[in-house]
């Protein structure tokens, strides 16, 4: 009834290739927007700025980069959190060397080179599919958590063997360090997944995520079609592997604090997998219903028993979240396999329907 | 039918060849899998303009020839002549890149993608704006997508697919399937279109309709078409030579009716036992 694209239409190519060519989706984008920009820092308190909206905005950045190159391109990756460290400790190194560069020039330029070591794993795509370029991905992941032991460079010789994050000012705000209050941090983190955001919507929609998803669906009649699988699978990788860098990065500098290398150890991994295939592979939307899904629901779990009465100790409420998040992953699998996105997507053509069963 | 479309608008990019000229030369081609002879000793011309039929029994060698010519397979003897460059060996996207389009006798659609990002998926090789400029999808990168898109339109209407435009294909019936698969290829402009059995399957009136629709792509944007079919209404009807395969040799070549007259086709066809095959 209200959600309906009748008597729109597009007399333009350029008005039907719009991102959200339904003037109710536009409203419906603007408004979010707007909630995130201009209510959520002058309503949440410190603890949902922190823990919640923050962490989660970085993880659906990450899940955006996995998508790209699982969902998008079809190359199955087990090394996101070897990635994200790449990006992070590139954006430390990189903060100790050129402490007067804005912080933000450096988390961008941290995706850099985590983009180009995506594109050396990235490699053997070109010759192995599946499982088998997963197992070369974890090689990736074991490769790069043991740089981050190893090799004391990366983290300053610190005696602690962790990277901590020093205190840097952004047009006069401190934004990162202990100092730093959660609004700066959070604008900060928004400001750059919406960019990335939208730069990686551009690029799905035009030429190159064109050639991303010939080359998942069918990659012999893709390069049939002049994609070279080269260029195709790399370049999925470069951007995935600069995404999540940039991920890995924030995650650090306006989240942890402080990190140790089994911050980005195999679980973040698959926890990235996780929202990535909850949301719904090839979805942007779907990155973001997944992180959410699988970052929130385990702090409402926690928080949820004791603030209705029910006491329960701190750790048995950590077994009991892991439980019910796998049979609920296990369960949505089976259930919807395309995930939330599909949900969401099912829903919007329901009510675009409404109040009629079918158009 | 296809109103809108402007002949000289979809023909493909001009090859400098006069019609009838040769086109595609195979002299000599061998093609073995380990002990399988799939390919023996194969010659014959394509030439420009015309339609193309080439048939044989079931494992005759027909696609395996498809293969060779469009770089998926590169023979063990022989050489393929193709607007008079001759090569041994081509990687697919350089044989796309030549002007070689093709469809495939299982469909091999892009199922995760629309109707019209498939066709355009077609036009790959004419679309080039760098990396940056996709990033911001506006400017030189917008007009590019937007011209393509026009020509994609174009193809829409010309096989009568508008109303399926939007729909991601693995949704689509098998008979319409393939048409938006000759669409994807037809969108390269190639001038040689290969078609692998593009009727198989269909009904009597979708076969009435592809045929319409192959004879169509010819006469009006002159592209010359290879064409693999098993329906032999169809092959002697539209194609103005035909090449016969049995067993990866070639018994046959000529004009339908000379086709039709040959004692080798009319033994293959009728299931004449082959007691040269383990020769040669
Ligand atoms: N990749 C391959 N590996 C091994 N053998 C193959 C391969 N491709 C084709 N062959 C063999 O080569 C021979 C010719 O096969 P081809 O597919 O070219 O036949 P066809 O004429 O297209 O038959 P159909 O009418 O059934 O499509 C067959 O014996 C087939 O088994
Ligand atoms: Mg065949």
Not at chain 1, 239 to 253: D, K, Q, T
Not at chain 2, 16 to 24: R, Y
Not at chain 2, 137 to 161: C, T
Request: charged fraction near 15%; glycine fraction near 10%; include cysteine.
């Amino acid at each position: 009834m209200f959600y309906r694209e009748a008597g729109q239409f597009k007399t333009t190519y350029a008005a039907d290739q719009q991102v959200f060519p339904i003037l109710q989706d536009r409203i419906g984008v603007a408004v979010i927007l707007f909630i995130a920009i201009a209510v959520v820092p002058f309503v949440a308190n410190d603890f949902f700025m922190s823990a919640i909206a923050i962490p989660f905005l970085i993880l659906a950045l990450a899940t955006i980069g996995l998508n790209v190159l699982t969902g998008y391109a079809g190359q199955l990756s087990l090394g996101t959190g070897g990635f994200m460290g790449v990006g992070a400790y590139a954006c430390y190194k990189l903060a100790t060397i050129f402490p007067d560069v804005p912080i933000v020039a450096h988390i961008l330029l941290s995706g850099i080179f985590a983009a180009a070591a995506g594109v050396v794993f990235g490699l053997p795509s070109l010759r192995i599919k599946g499982l088998y370029l997963a197992v070369t991905t974890l090689a990736a992941q074991f490769f790069f958590e043991w740089c981050f032991i190893r090799i004391p460079w990366l983290y300053n010789y610190n005696a602690s063997g962790a990277i901590e994050v020093p205190g840097l000012t952004l047009l006069g705000v401190t934004v990162t360090g202990p100092a730093a209050g959660s609004i700066p941090r959070y604008y900060v983190v928004l400001a750059i997944v919406i960019l990335l955001t939208v730069l990686v919507k551009n690029l799905l929609r035009g030429r190159i995520g064109r050639q991303w998803m010939m080359i998942r669906d069918m990659d012999i009649a893709a390069e049939l079609m002049g994609v070279r699988p080269l260029y195709a699978k790399l370049s999925a990788f470069a951007v995935s592997s600069y995404l999540c860098g940039v991920a890995g990065a924030m995650f650090v500098f306006f989240y942890l604090g402080a990190a140790e290398p089994s911050a980005f150890s195999i679980t973040l991994s698959f926890q990235v997998l996780f929202m990535a295939i909850l949301g719904g592979l090839g979805s942007l939307v779907g990155c973001f219903f997944g992180a959410a899904f699988i970052w929130i629901l385990p702090i409402l779990l926690r928080a949820g028993p004791p603030m209705i009465g029910i006491p329960i100790a701190a750790e048995t409420a950590t077994h009991v979240t892991s439980m019910i998040i796998g049979a609920l992953i296990v369960a949505f699998l089976i259930l919807e396999p395309h995930g939330l996105a599909r949900l969401w997507q099912i829903g919007k053509e329901k009510l675009r329907v409404w109040p009629f069963p079918y158009a | 039918m296809n109103r809108a479309v402007d002949p000289r608008d979809l023909a493909m990019d001009g090859d400098g060849l006069a019609k009838g000229e040769v086109l595609l030369e195979v002299k000599n081609v061998s093609l073995r899998f380990g002990g399988v002879k799939a390919i023996t000793d194969i010659s014959f011309d394509i030439r420009k303009g015309e339609i193309r039929a080439i048939i044989g029994p079931n494992g005759a060698g027909k696609t395996s020839m498809l293969n060779v010519i469009n770089g998926f397979y590169t023979p063990q003897e022989g050489t393929i002549t193709f607007r008079g460059e001759e090569r041994k060996k081509i990687a697919p996207y350089q044989a796309a890149a030549s002007g070689i389009a093709r469809t495939f006798q299982n469909v091999a659609l892009f199922k995760g993608m629309t109707t019209l990002d498939n066709i355009m998926a077609g036009r790959t090789l004419a679309m080039h704006r760098n990396f940056l400029w996709q990033l911001l999808y506006f400017g030189p990168a917008l007009n590019e997508e937007i011209a393509n898109r026009r020509k994609v339109e174009e193809i829409i209407d010309f096989l009568e697919i508008q109303h399926i435009r939007k729909v991601p294909v693995g949704r689509l019936p098998y008979g319409l399937q393939k048409r938006v698969e000759l669409g994807r290829a037809l969108a390269a402009q190639p001038s040689l279109l290969l078609l692998d059995e593009p009727m198989a399957g269909m009904n009597l009136e979708e076969k009435e309709d592809m045929s319409r629709f192959i004879l169509d792509v010819n006469s009006q944007f002159g592209t010359t078409i290879a064409l693999i079919e098993h329906d032999m209404g169809v092959v002697m009807d539209i194609s103005d030579r035909v090449v016969v395969l049995d067993y990866g040799r070639k018994i046959g070549d000529g004009t339908p009716d000379e086709v039709k007259a040959n004692q080798d086709v009319i033994d293959a066809y009728l299931g004449v036992s082959h007691q040269d095959e383990g020769e040669g």
